[in-house]
């Protein structure tokens, strides 16, 4: 068929609840690598299957993009509208990538609330306050309405739970398919 394997990118992975096997294995002439985890997909699979490092990588992915953009993140002579709009085009995604496949705890919730409260901070900056007469932090809830868009747990709650009746109408697609097909 013409296919090539490229031995120095192929790595095993061994799935096993009672041990975990690290090292080299031969495979034919070749020695393959063991890995606790690789990328496949932009997703990272994990020896332990757990979802922190897969989050962590993608709030990372974020905060690299969002440090890119600093420059017009942090600028006067950028309207606000204009900043929110390349948030949720181009910082967003980064984050969100494959989250419809992760499980969410309530620390898992937090560190995104973290992460958007931490570039919504820089995109809306301080207040004046007159009454006191200083420059003042907003708070996560004066951030979250001005910005005008739905915190990013939400979103991802959404996204979850649109991939789910996705994969429920497709189970009930197939079930009639097979049933047509038994019955002709």
């Given amino acids: 068929?013409?296919?090539?394997?490229?031995?120095?990118?192929?790595?095993?992975?061994?799935?096993?609840?009672?041990?975990?096997?690290?090292g080299e294995m031969p495979v034919g002439t070749l020695q393959v690598e063991s890995v606790q985890y690789f990328k496949y997909l932009g997703s990272t699979l994990t020896i332990e299957n757990v979802m922190e490092k897969e989050l962590m990588e993608g709030i990372g992915a974020g905060n690299r993009c969002?440090?890119?953009?600093?420059?017009?993140?942090?600028?006067?002579?950028?309207?606000?509208k204009t900043k929110l709009r390349t948030y949720n085009i181009v910082i967003r995604p980064k984050v969100q990538y494959g989250c419809v496949t992760w499980t969410l705890t309530k620390e898992r919730m937090q560190n995104l609330e973290v992460f958007?409260?931490?570039?919504?901070r820089k995109i809306l900056g301080v207040m004046y306050d007159e009454e006191e007469e200083h420059w003042k932090r907003r708070h996560n809830i004066q951030r979250q309405q001005l910005s005008g868009r739905s915190k990013i747990q939400d979103v991802v709650?959404?996204?979850?739970?649109?991939?789910a009746r996705h994969c429920q109408n497709?189970?009930?697609?197939?079930?009639?398919?097979k049933h047509e097909w038994k019955s002709w």
Avoid: D, F, H, P
Avoid at 116 to 120: A, K, S
């Fill in 116 to 120: 958007e409260n931490g570039i919504l």
């Fill in 66 to 80: 969002a440090c890119g953009l600093s420059s017009v993140l942090n600028s006067r002579s950028i309207y606000r």
């Fill in 1 to 22: 068929m013409g296919l090539e394997r490229n031995e120095n990118k192929t790595k095993l992975m061994l799935l096993s609840r009672e041990s975990t096997m690290l």
């Fill in 170 to 177: 497709g189970r009930e697609q197939n079930s009639e398919e």
């Fill in 157 to 163: 709650m959404s996204k979850r739970l649109l991939w």
